[in-house]
């Protein structure tokens, strides 16, 4: 069985890094990972997207993406383009406190996170796309939320450790602002494609 996850935002707003700790937490896991990052040419305020594909066989080779089981939206600016990817039923998790972008709410399983309060309740508003990570982990149970903060610890770079407890903090909390396993990645009830 394959997951693909489509993450969107506005450079600057963690979706990589994001992106990056979903994909180590499912290789710790024993999952099989393909991550493909693209962003824009500026560092803050473009667009960036990340498409990244989790198994629980080996992925035979670089997989193109035209549909997908589940999506993050930091931000509705660069929504459009991964929407008309994702399949019926999908599974999205957008950040409240942003988006203001179209959604098919029938046709889509969608979990409105408020990750930028979220965030700052828990210390640093930088953490947001974190708490979106967190609860997109917990409403599908992807990963394990000791698995995502493990792969955080070792993705920040050294330079970067003041932000560490942030990031924990961010991750629980968004895995613990959702209803629980609500939308299963490994039910084994395969989505027609």
Excluded at 61 to 81: D, E, K, T, Y
Excluded at 141 to 154: I, Q
């Amino acid at each position: 069985m394959e997951r693909e996850i489509l993450l969107t935002g506005i450079g600057g707003q963690g979706v990589q890094l994001g992106s990056s700790i979903l994909a180590r937490a499912a290789v710790l896991e024993g999952r099989q990972v393909m991550l493909f990052g693209s962003y824009g040419g500026t560092m803050r305020g473009g667009p960036t997207d990340s498409t990244l594909v989790v198994a629980d066989a080996p992925i035979a080779s670089p997989p193109i993406v035209s549909r997908a089981w589940g999506a993050l939206a930091m931000h509705h600016a660069f929504w459009a383009p991964l929407r008309a990817k994702l399949r019926p039923g999908a599974v999205v998790a957008l950040n409240a406190s942003l988006f203001e972008g179209e959604v098919d709410r029938d046709a889509c399983r969608v979990f409105d996170v408020p990750a930028t309060e979220i965030a700052t309740q828990q210390g640093s508003v930088l953490a947001a796309a974190m708490v979106l990570v967190g609860a997109f982990a917990g409403v599908t149970g992807l990963v394990g939320v000791d698995s995502l903060v493990e792969a955080m610890r070792a993705l920040v770079p050294a330079y970067r450790v003041q932000h560490l407890d942030w990031n924990e903090r961010a991750l629980r909390a968004g895995f613990d602002a959702v209803p629980r396993g609500a939308a299963p990645a490994w039910s084994g009830e395969e989505q027609a494609a």
